[in-house]
């Protein structure tokens, strides 16, 4: 059996810049050899199987055809869908305190950021806002809505030096149950 993986494209259809159409980015997936291909919602979402390979191998073959395709580069993060399962079950903020669920997003990074980095950020006040550094993964609350918050994707990049991507919970939870894991 072939493994799942989940694919997030950063910053594609956002106030029609970087544009692809979910039939086309299907379409694509499919001739690079991915079966059982899936998308979710525009933002670039894409569930698939392939042989075993290196999630790093997939990023590239997906943003190489991307260029070629589409003529512009956009960042992409793979991981096994196992992996994002793991990250819907172990977010600290869930059953903590009776959180508005519809606050939590999870930001992933390309690779783990360095400790003595994270710890710097840490020290920092951003409240209301909260964040837990985990590893590859980036667990938020922003009460007053991800739109509203410093903690971006831009300030994930900047501050620890990796590429990032974020979805909302509604999404992180519906990759992993269109994965059907």
């Known amino acids: 059996m072939m493994p799942t993986y989940i694919a997030m494209l ?14 086309a980015l299907r379409s694509f997936c499919e001739t690079l050899g991915f079966t059982k291909v899936q998308t979710y919602i525009q933002s670039g979402n894409i569930i698939f199987n392939f042989s075993n390979a290196p999630c790093a191998d ?10 070629e395709e589409f003529h512009f580069e956009v960042p992409v993060i793979v991981m ?20 508005d669920l519809t606050q939590l997003h999870v930001t992933f990074l390309a690779e783990e950021p360095k400790q003595a980095v994270v710890s710097k950020i840490k ?3 951003y409240a209301p806002d909260e964040f837990v550094v985990d590893g590859k993964t980036v667990y938020l609350y922003c009460p007053g809505g991800y739109g509203k918050t410093k903690l971006s994707n831009s300030f ?7 590429k990032a991507t974020t979805r909302n919970w509604k999404t992180l939870n519906a990759l992993v149950a269109l994965a059907a894991l």
Do not use: C, T, Y
Request: hydrophobic fraction near 40%; charge should be positive.
């Open 80 to 99: 096994e869908a196992e992996v994002v399962r793991k990250v819907s079950k172990n977010n600290p903020f869930i059953n903590e305190r009776n959180l």
């Open 156 to 162: 994930f990049e900047s501050k620890l030096n990796v």
């Open 123 to 125: 020290a920092d006040d």
């Open 10 to 23: 950063r910053g594609i259809n956002v106030s029609g810049h970087k544009a692809i159409k979910m039939e």
């Open 58 to 67: 997939l990023e590239k073959k997906i943003a190489r055809k991307i260029l």
